[in-house]
Nanobody, 127 residues
Framework: QVQLVESGGGLVQAGGSLRLSCEISGRTFSANAMGWFRRAPGKEREFVAAISANGSVRKYADSVKDRLTISRENNRNTLYLQMNRLKPEDTAVYYC????????????????????WGQGTQVTVSS
């Protein structure tokens, strides 16, 4: 059974940092693109960041560029999201997801192009 389990969320003051992890079990996704999405209260799920299978290509939402960094360790089957200079508007439940195969980089921000999802981890940024 494939499982994606996020961790590392919590409460942090504006300007602070958090590092989210996504541990994958049940199969390897080393050949798949991976992504992070988030859902804020009362809002639709939105794209945050995506990374290619070997880590050479990374895409970010404009709202998080230069503050959040996506990375992965394929030998540990783990995906990360380093979050710096956090803002109250970053408050949301954060989800990791595994991209479909074959992958289409033209659709990296589309939730429908990811077929395995974690349960999410809450990030709350206080002002």
């Amino acid at each position: 059974q494939v499982q994606l389990v996020e961790s590392g969320g919590g409460l942090v003051q504006a300007g602070g940092s958090l590092r989210l992890s996504c541990e994958i079990s049940g199969r390897t996704f080393s050949a798949n693109a991976m992504g992070w999405f988030r859902r804020a209260p009362g809002k639709e799920r939105e794209f945050v960041a995506a990374i290619s299978a070997n880590g050479s290509v990374r895409k970010y939402a404009d709202s998080v560029k230069d503050r959040l960094t996506i990375s992965r360790e394929n030998n540990r089957n783990t995906l990360y999201l380093q979050m710096n200079r956090l803002k109250p508007e970053d408050t949301a439940v954060y989800y990791c997801a595994a991209g479909k195969s074959p992958w289409n980089w033209a659709r990296y921000a589309m939730p429908s192009d990811y077929d395995y999802w974690g349960q999410g981890t809450q990030v709350t940024v206080s002002s």
